[in-house]
């Protein structure tokens, strides 16, 4: 027989608050505790805290140790309290909004960030946050892109390798998925995919590579560690980047655009190595420094039939045959 709804009601709010007690307890004792001592806590049966700990473990995800009869919280696991004036919460109100108009998936992890900030801000912004988490959280969750972000994420944190199986298969059609170990350097948003990247070092190419997060089939934390390269480095190679990849050969790209649309190019600054030439015809000739065409290919797309692609030949071609295609569809 089903117990009552208020019965069950009754029954998860205790044992939600029995996790709380425990992660409470574990966090003043980060050397560790026994079962026995959190059982003595929380006022319960020495069964129930170990059942308690399993699914604080396995169900709600929080990185939990255990050794030599003792429990704990792996370090880091919970960021101190974070004090921020109504100008920083409004910066971070603006990434929720990006995050409302890019993200095909609902992160819950992304969500719990987002009120924990609503809860801190004046009551009329927080109503328009509170609003974006809905709009965010009636997209589709992806329950493996969640998994393999909390891994990513302890991961980089710790400087552990991972271990992946990766699908390459969207530019290679028929290629068989590989197994890689991987060292963690960044994690990346892009919002021109709208998608999470990987960027880090790979073992079985010898070279730092971009793994896009929603390709990875599989992922483990490897038991070894790896030294991470100073920080600078990996951003600045991220800086030279059109977007995320960073592993392609650096190309000089040069494109003629339209008087009519000159002004809203240069408005903005597009890449760090870009250089803006005006011709006397109003035109504008701008050039930059890319790793590889792939990225930089789908913006000057998007601009039509007034731009021209100068340089390299085979990315004028590429784009050519595009609206080729495009004009026997059409």
Known sequence: MTPPADQLDTAKRDRLARFYRVLRYLGAHPEGASVDAVAGFVAMSRRTVYRDLQALEGEIGIPLWSEGGKWGIVEGAFLPPLRLTLDEGVAFFFAARLMAHFADRYDPDTGAAFQKLAEILPQVVARHLERTIDVLASRPPDERLTRNVRLLARAWAENRVVELTYDAATYSPGRPPRRSRVHPYLLEASATTRALYLIGFDESRGAVRTFKLQRILELSLAPDAFEPPDPAVVQDGLGRAWGVITDQEEVEVALRFDAAIAPLV?????????????????????RARVPGTVEIRRWILQWGAQVEVLAPPELREEVAETYRKAAERY
């Open 266 to 286: 240069t408005e903005t600054t597009w890449h760090p190595t870009e250089q803006v030439t005006h011709e006397d015809d109003g035109r504008v000739l701008w």
